[in-house]
């Protein structure tokens, strides 16, 4: 459940962070979509961490979460 609402979460952020990118004419499209996803990846790791696995962010953990979103980009 927990893995659900995140998902839903993190989903909406982007999706703001990119509309609102693009709507206020910061950036185009492609370059919204890159800073929706790094903040969207960076939100996703601080509520999984805390919320969905209890445990204190750290380096090392934060390193490997980027390389595994990286991946799946």
Known sequence: ???GITGVL???VHALIA???VETGLTGPALANGAA?????????VINTHWSFAMPLHGRTLARFLL???VGL
Do not use: D, E, N, Q
């Open 68 to 70: 595994v979103s990286l």
């Open 37 to 45: 996803f790094a903040g969207a990846t960076l939100l996703s790791y």
């Open 19 to 21: 509309i609102l990118c």
């Open 10 to 12: 993190v989903t909406t």
């Open 1 to 3: 459940m927990r893995f």
